[in-house]
């Protein structure tokens, strides 16, 4: 019941961020110890819709949502297969404080960190999803 209610909320996240809701200007995160990058653009009331470049390959990207206070976005990701991802991960920033990022992931009935106390920056505009030759944050290798 879990995995259906994560992907109806996805399912609502694109629609909304398709034309019902107009994004603001587009914003880019950067993570300093990975390859991934993740673009979103917040509505005016406080959602925010965007894509993880979750593979670092500039063009698997997958749907994410969040809200803007405090800054969390929630994922599952999908293979190009069309399969998801074993996990569904939630992104909590400025935890434990400004300029870092925990990251957990669940598979519905447990809650498990993956990383903790990561740096992040932020920079106006569109991501190139072009993965620097780091890892990314679910642990392939560039």
């Given at each position: 019941?879990?995995?259906?209610?994560?992907?109806?909320?996805?399912?609502?996240?694109?629609?909304?961020?398709?034309?019902?809701?107009?994004?603001?200007?587009?914003?880019?995160?950067?993570?300093?110890?990975?390859c991934?990058?993740?673009q979103?653009a917040?509505?005016?009331y406080?959602?925010?819709?965007g894509?993880?470049?979750?593979?670092?390959?500039?063009v698997t990207?997958?749907?994410?949502?969040?809200?803007?206070?405090?800054?969390m976005?929630?994922?599952?990701p999908?293979f190009s297969?069309?399969f998801?991802y074993?996990?569904?991960?939630e992104?909590?920033f400025?935890?434990?404080?400004?300029?870092?990022?925990?990251?957990?992931?669940?598979?519905?009935?447990?809650?498990?960190?993956v990383?903790?106390t990561?740096?992040?920056?932020?920079?106006s505009?569109?991501?190139?999803?072009?993965?620097?030759?780091?890892?990314?944050?679910?642990g392939?290798k560039?």
């Open positions: 019941m879990k995995k259906f209610a994560i992907c109806t909320i996805l399912v609502l996240g694109v629609i909304l961020y398709s034309g019902a809701a107009t994004p603001a200007q587009a914003i880019c995160i950067h993570f300093t110890n990975f991934d990058q993740i979103v917040p509505d005016s406080g959602n925010i819709y894509v993880w470049g979750w593979l670092c390959d500039s990207l997958t749907n994410i949502l969040g809200r803007k206070k405090p800054l976005l929630t994922t599952r999908v297969s069309g998801a074993y996990y569904t991960f992104f909590l400025n935890q434990p404080s400004p300029g870092y990022f925990n990251m957990y992931g669940t598979d519905g009935s447990v809650s498990f960190p990383q903790l990561q740096p992040w920056t932020k920079t505009g569109a991501c190139t999803f072009a993965g620097a030759n780091k890892a990314s944050l679910v392939k560039r």
